[in-house]
């Protein structure tokens, strides 16, 4: 099982401000077949981004990915008031598919 | 636009069969251009994939779960369903079911449902 650490655990951040969200895997995820998600309260998970760095449909280009191997970054590049919310990162490399424990981008 | 649904029980007692249903909307669950999973968070915690079904019938589960688990597909009524046996408080959780996409790990969850609450308890 391929395990993912997020760091920081928390950010505390302002609108308009630059957030950078770690991933990090036991094992190195195969073809960068690494996700984020955003979930807000209440809500399920929406999709960002796919492959490491691409977009899924209709999310801002404020939103990007990167990463290789086994790190990974989720960066936003101007918080707006809408993107505080709690921001997971997921393997699908391998055939057990994995979440890590997620950072939650709260307002400062 | 695509829907999913989760149905069922709010409430299962310890050592019965959690039971759930999702129901697809805006698009055939026969495509084969998608996989169907079922994914678990409990709460004030994190995702839990706990498997999936193709719409040939064909399944993968989490190992921490398989001995328990059984997800099935039922294209007439554009279905697919969540079976959990032997449940117990740790198995309390908001149950979500998703779509992935046929290609690239399969693994892109790209529409969930709103997700339901079950609670195990007597």
């Known amino acids: 099982e391929i395990v993912l650490t997020q760091s920081p655990g928390t950010l505390s951040l302002s609108p308009g401000e630059r957030a950078t969200l770690s991933c990090r895997a036991s094992q190195s995820v195969s073809s960068s077949y690494l996700a984020w998600y955003q979930q807000k309260p209440g809500q399920a998970p929406r999709l960002l981004i796919y492959g490491a760095s691409s977009r899924a449909t209709g999310i801002p280009d404020r939103f990007s990915g990167s990463g290789s191997g086994t790190d990974f970054t989720l960066t936003i590049s101007r918080l707006e008031p809408e993107d505080f919310a709690v921001y997971y990162c997921q393997q699908y490399g391998s055939s057990q598919f994995t979440f890590g424990p997620g950072t939650k981008v709260d307002i400062k | 636009q695509v829907q999913l649904q989760e149905s069922g029980p709010g409430l299962v007692k310890p050592s019965q069969t959690l039971s759930l249903t999702c129901t697809v909307s805006g698009g055939s669950i026969s495509s084969g251009s998608y996989y169907w999973s079922w994914i678990r968070q409990p709460a004030g915690k994190g995702l839990e994939w706990i498997g999936r079904i193709y719409t040939s019938g064909s399944t993968n589960y989490n190992p921490s779960l398989k001995s328990r688990v059984t997800i099935s597909v039922d294209t007439s009524k554009n279905q697919f369903s969540l079976k959990l046996s032997s449940v117990t408080a740790a198995d309390t959780a908001v149950y979500y079911c998703?779509?992935?996409?046929?290609?690239?790990?399969?693994?892109?969850?790209?529409?969930w449902g709103q997700g339901t609450l079950v609670t195990v308890s007597s």
């Open positions: 998703a779509r992935s996409i046929a290609v690239a790990g399969a693994g892109i969850f790209d529409y």
